[in-house]
């Protein structure tokens, strides 16, 4: 157990390294605080008797989020979706995704912007001896409602998102306890023509989490950790941002 906890450490110990950019007196950071509620199930309630319905899933998920040292609002997620259920461990997905934002994810302006996002995403996951290893891959096109120097409402950026995770039972403590290490990488896969620097292409960011998990019943998780996250800005007159966030969510399996 212990080797394979180092192991998960040393992993996230090379995200991390991945995420402390070599001009570190160019980045500005800041101490944030996360939280979220993600849910899912299927649609086996509208008619129990047919088993097909099991197969069509829905999701469902809100996020608040608190920057400049947790002071003030940052930025909130809604996210709902729908999917289905290839084979007991592939589910593909497509949803809506509303995101207000504000300082200090939002430029200078003083004023606070929307956007908008619609995502395709495909989720795997499955048992090892080692843990609960999962995957989601997905692809964001994003939707911006706000005035210059914004993205306008017409301007589309399109990005992908890689999340690996890893959890790894800790039954030497607790039975329901489990160590929580997992990596999400962003890249660019268009610019934005008027506004380059706020949307562009390449290496977006990366979010490295470490913590722990706590199974509260057959239905609800509850994580708490530490993610650095990291947002590269290269063609951009602002600097780049290193975001320490402690994150807590609750993930519940219906």
């Known amino acids: 157990m212990f080797k394979k906890i180092s192991t998960a450490i040393l992993l996230t110990a090379f995200g991390l390294s991945l995420n402390n950019p070599a001009a570190a007196d160019a980045t ?63 589910v593909a997905w497509v949803g809506y995704a509303w995101a207000p934002t504000a300082e200090p994810l939002a430029l200078k302006t003083g004023h606070p912007f929307n956007e908008h996002r619609i995502w395709q995403q495909v989720t795997w996951a499955d048992n090892f001896s080692f843990g609960r290893l999962s995957a989601r891959s ?49 890249i660019g896969l268009t610019n934005i023509d008027n506004n380059p620097g706020f949307i562009s292409q390449g290496y977006d960011q990366n979010r490295a989490f470490v913590g722990l998990g706590y199974k509260v019943n057959p239905i609800a998780t509850v994580e708490l950790g530490y993610m650095n996250q990291f947002i590269n800005r290269p063609h951009s007159a602002r600097p780049d941002q290193m975001m320490h966030n402690l994150v807590a969510s609750l993930f519940l399996n219906f």
Request: aromatic fraction near 14%; glycine fraction near 10%.
């Open 28 to 90: 500005v950071e800041d101490f944030e605080v996360w939280g979220g509620i993600f849910s899912q199930g299927n649609f086996g309630f509208v008619n129990p008797q047919n088993p097909e319905l099991k197969k069509f899933r829905w999701w469902m998920e809100g996020q608040g989020r608190f920057g400049n040292d947790a002071s003030q609002f940052s930025q909130s997620l809604v996210r709902p979706g729908v999917g289905y259920a290839i084979t007991d461990k592939i």
């Open 138 to 186: 997905r692809l964001e096109q994003r939707f911006f409602d706000h005035h210059s120097p914004m993205p306008g409402p017409n301007d589309v950026g399109h990005r992908f998102r890689q999340l690996v995770k890893l959890a790894v039972p800790m039954p030497s403590v607790d039975p329901n306890l489990s160590f929580i290490v997992q990596s999400e990488l962003f």
